[in-house]
């Protein structure tokens, strides 16, 4: 007692129980107290509702039974008392969700030792330990200690650190707020609480966690400006929030960098946010009154198209033609049922094809424009294309008159050679236009109509169809995050039967290898005989018992060895039984027991030439 072990009185919950046992077994390590004796010292500090339970276990087993209680039994004895299974659970809970918060990784694996301390089911054996302080890392490094694959914790903790730091130093995590952890105040755990009484022992380290994050932000150093902060946004500025509110043409419901209006809102023409909402504008000319597709801009510059499309694209390039071309990638294609997508013949050539009535003109990659071996001509002037994410790019040459194959038709189409992601070529309003195509979204078809009056059907392709190919980068990726990954090796099974045409030597002779057998051997001057030992008495065997299956195949096989004559009934007393083998294919191979019949067989015995013999 002279370590001054921590009392318990029964009152501190689950957590504070938990903290006794860790104390107290700390102390006995300390005073190298004999095992046989901890319960003795561990119950002499009981207090309260605790000692009151010890005393009536001591009424209930006697004074010597309960003192001689092994100390793993008393700790299951006394958190069935104290420890409710709620209470586990939830600070079971809290270890699982337990999270690095920005680059506090000092915080972090503090708290995380401590919940492996109170929580002994989840952090044993060492790899589930490892696996939740794994997971609760920051995203920026979590998939670099995953890779390391220690099967301890003390380097899995020097790695974060080291990982965490160069992260820091990078950008990639915010500076630490403030150095606390390890100082006497701030490293105690809240559900410690002070020496006195009047501590909180039951306050779990999620609510540390909480105080000591509030407490960083607080010693930050805030905002020393003399703006009011807006409870909106949580930033300082004067006048009414602007939160949602697109910088450039000062409407509400995106941002900058998804705007698609071409022209910048002027200072008199900023509105409150209301009135924004309710008088929505042009996303192609900025006016109010009418939306993008109602514009007499618009309809002006689809009439120039389709006048270039008839009269040389030219035109359009001399009055500085500006395309439009919200290219998507093939994954947002299988779900958008505004665009149909399927492979198709350009120049004889398959090429996968995006019909966009987003896109302004057609357009080609320049990876499949170098393939066409069709001559460039030169714009005038570059066709401006501007892009989804509102960069433009020029194309200063146009192909013309390529041939577009579809459903059995062919289609002249002029390209504008560009960038593109997904697909190799992007079918615009120029040409749907021109050819009065429609968009059947439910179908996903291109509906084309024709001079005989029945229209043209182009079937796109199905979502399920195309396959997600990733490179080699992403792959490696995905493993080190931990993906599942399966190698597929494809075999063909069915071999080629080999003929004897294919053997050198074999196919030279080819009445020895004749491909069925003529049947019976002929009679000839000298009869085969078998000679037998004297005095052998002929040798029959019963038959094995078969199944019903086996017996219908017996039955066959000696059926068809009748019919093609290589064998014949026979009457002789000798006799071997039959028994049958399953071959790979499943089929049964017919075998037969001559075991008895060579005990009583005289071997053939051929003297083998010698070398010098030959040489004589």
């Given at each position: 007692?002279?370590?001054?072990?921590?009392?318990?009185?029964?009152?501190?919950?689950?957590?504070?129980?938990?903290?006794?046992?860790?104390?107290?077994?700390?102390?006995?390590?300390?005073?190298?107290?004999?095992?046989?004796?901890?319960?003795?010292?561990?119950?002499?500090?009981?207090?309260?509702?605790?000692?009151?339970?010890?005393?009536?276990?001591?009424?209930?087993?006697?004074?010597?039974?309960?003192?001689?209680?092994?100390?793993?039994?008393?700790?299951?004895?006394?958190?069935?008392?104290?420890?409710?299974?709620?209470?586990?659970?939830?600070?079971?809970?809290e270890y699982y969700e337990l999270k690095m918060v920005g680059s506090e990784i000092e915080t972090y694996t503090k708290l995380s030792n401590d919940y492996a301390a109170l929580c002994p089911n989840?952090?044993?054996?060492?790899?589930?330990?490892?696996?939740?302080?794994?997971?609760?890392?920051?995203?920026?490094?979590?998939?670099?200690?995953?890779?390391?694959?220690?099967?301890?914790?003390?380097?899995?903790?020097?790695?974060?650190?080291?990982?965490?730091?160069?992260?820091?130093?990078?950008?990639?995590?915010?500076?630490?707020?403030?150095?606390?952890?390890?100082?006497?105040?701030?490293?105690?755990?809240?559900?410690?609480?002070?020496?006195?009484k009047d501590a909180n022992p039951t306050q779990a380290p999620a609510q540390q966690r909480k105080t000591e994050s509030n407490k960083g932000t607080q010693q930050q150093g805030g905002y020393r400006?003399?703006?009011?902060?807006?409870?909106?946004?949580?930033?300082?500025?004067?006048?009414?929030?602007?939160?949602?509110?697109?910088?450039?043409?000062?409407?509400?419901?995106?941002?900058?960098?998804?705007?698609?209006?071409?022209?910048?809102?002027?200072?008199?023409?900023?509105?409150?946010?209301?009135?924004?909402?309710?008088?929505?504008?042009?996303?192609?000319?900025?006016?109010?009154?009418?939306?993008?597709?109602?514009?007499?801009?618009?309809?002006?510059?689809?009439?120039?198209?389709?006048?270039?499309?008839?009269?040389?694209?030219?035109?359009?390039?001399?009055?500085?033609?500006?395309?439009?071309?919200?290219?998507?990638?093939?994954?947002?294609?299988?779900?958008?049922?505004?665009?149909?997508?399927?492979?198709?013949?350009?120049?004889?050539?398959?090429?996968?094809?995006?019909?966009?009535?987003?896109?302004?003109?057609?357009?080609?990659?320049?990876?499949?424009?170098?393939?066409?071996?069709?001559?460039?001509?030169?714009?005038?002037?570059?066709?401006?294309?501007?892009?989804?994410?509102?960069?433009?790019?020029?194309?200063?040459?146009?192909?013309?008159?390529?041939?577009?194959?579809?459903?059995?038709?062919?289609?002249?189409?002029?390209?504008?050679?560009?960038?593109?992601?997904?697909?190799?070529?992007?079918?615009?309003?120029?040409?749907?236009?021109?050819?009065?195509?429609?968009?059947?979204?439910?179908?996903?078809?291109?509906?084309?109509?024709?001079?005989?009056?029945?229209?043209?059907?182009?079937?796109?392709?199905?979502?399920?169809?195309?396959?997600?190919?990733?490179?080699?980068?992403?792959?490696?990726?995905?493993?080190?995050?931990?993906?599942?990954?399966?190698?597929?090796?494809?075999?063909?099974?069915?071999?080629?039967?080999?003929?004897?045409?294919?053997?050198?030597?074999?196919?030279?002779?080819?009445?020895?290898?004749?491909?069925?057998?003529?049947?019976?051997?002929?009679?000839?001057?000298?009869?085969?005989?078998?000679?037998?030992?004297?005095?052998?008495?002929?040798?029959?065997?019963?038959?094995?018992?078969?199944?019903?299956?086996?017996?219908?195949?017996?039955?066959?096989?000696?059926?068809?060895?009748?019919?093609?004559?290589?064998?014949?009934?026979?009457?002789?007393?000798?006799?071997?039984?039959?028994?049958?083998?399953?071959?790979?294919?499943?089929?049964?191979?017919?075998?037969?027991?001559?075991?008895?019949?060579?005990?009583?067989?005289?071997?053939?015995?051929?003297?083998?030439?010698?070398?010098?013999?030959?040489?004589?």
């Amino acid at each position: 007692m002279d370590c001054k072990p921590l009392p318990f009185n029964g009152t501190e919950g689950a957590i504070g129980l938990l903290h006794w046992i860790e104390k107290i077994e700390a102390v006995f390590a300390v005073c190298e107290c004999p095992p046989a004796n901890w319960v003795k010292f561990a119950t002499a500090t009981l207090e309260g509702s605790a000692l009151s339970w010890w005393k009536a276990q001591i009424q209930m087993f006697g004074l010597e039974t309960a003192n001689a209680t092994a100390w793993e039994d008393f700790k299951d004895m006394i958190k069935d008392e104290y420890c409710h299974r709620d209470d586990i659970h939830k600070l079971e809970n809290e270890y699982y969700e337990l999270k690095m918060v920005g680059s506090e990784i000092e915080t972090y694996t503090k708290l995380s030792n401590d919940y492996a301390a109170l929580c002994p089911n989840m952090s044993r054996p060492m790899y589930r330990r490892i696996e939740l302080y794994i997971k609760g890392l920051a995203p920026e490094i979590r998939s670099h200690v995953t890779s390391a694959n220690h099967t301890t914790i003390q380097p899995i903790v020097r790695l974060a650190h080291k990982l965490t730091d160069q992260a820091v130093e990078e950008g990639r995590l915010p500076k630490r707020i403030s150095a606390t952890v390890g100082t006497s105040s701030d490293s105690k755990r809240k559900w410690e609480g002070s020496q006195g009484k009047d501590a909180n022992p039951t306050q779990a380290p999620a609510q540390q966690r909480k105080t000591e994050s509030n407490k960083g932000t607080q010693q930050q150093g805030g905002y020393r400006g003399s703006y009011p902060k807006c409870n909106k946004c949580n930033r300082h500025h004067n006048g009414a929030c602007n939160k949602g509110q697109c910088q450039r043409c000062h409407k509400v419901g995106h941002e900058a960098k998804d705007c698609r209006s071409q022209f910048p809102a002027r200072q008199n023409q900023q509105q409150p946010q209301q009135q924004q909402g309710n008088d929505r504008a042009c996303f192609k000319c900025g006016a109010t009154g009418h939306f993008k597709k109602d514009c007499p801009e618009l309809n002006q510059n689809r009439n120039n198209n389709q006048g270039a499309g008839n009269n040389n694209q030219n035109n359009n390039a001399g009055n500085g033609a500006r395309g439009r071309a919200f290219v998507i990638g093939a994954g947002e294609a299988r779900n958008d049922p505004n665009v149909v997508t399927g492979k198709f013949l350009l120049d004889d050539r398959y090429v996968s094809v995006l019909f966009d009535s987003g896109a302004d003109a057609s357009y080609v990659s320049l990876r499949i424009s170098k393939k066409l071996k069709r001559p460039l001509s030169l714009l005038s002037s570059p066709h401006i294309v501007e892009l989804a994410n509102g960069r433009n790019i020029e194309a200063s040459h146009v192909i013309k008159g390529c041939k577009l194959e579809l459903s059995g038709q062919t289609f002249s189409i002029d390209l504008f050679p560009v960038t593109l992601g997904s697909f190799d070529v992007v079918i615009g309003m120029d040409w749907l236009s021109k050819h009065r195509a429609e968009i059947l979204c439910q179908e996903k078809a291109v509906r084309i109509p024709s001079r005989s009056g029945k229209p043209l059907i182009v079937q796109g392709g199905k979502g399920g169809e195309i396959s997600g190919v990733i490179s080699f980068l992403k792959a490696q990726k995905c493993l080190r995050k931990g993906h599942t990954a399966i190698l597929a090796l494809v075999t063909n099974t069915q071999e080629k039967e080999k003929r004897i045409e294919d053997f050198p030597v074999v196919r030279d002779y080819p009445e020895v290898f004749p491909e069925e057998l003529p049947g019976l051997p002929p009679h000839r001057q000298v009869e085969f005989q078998i000679e037998l030992a004297p005095g052998a008495a002929p040798i029959a065997r019963a038959p094995y018992r078969l199944a019903p299956a086996e017996l219908k195949e017996l039955s066959t096989q000696l059926q068809e060895l009748l019919d093609k004559g290589f064998i014949r009934p026979s009457s002789s007393p000798w006799g071997a039984p039959v028994l049958f083998v399953k071959k790979k294919d499943g089929t049964f191979r017919m075998c037969i027991d001559y075991r008895e019949l060579n005990k009583v067989t005289i071997k053939n015995r051929y003297p083998l030439p010698r070398i010098d013999d030959l040489f004589d």
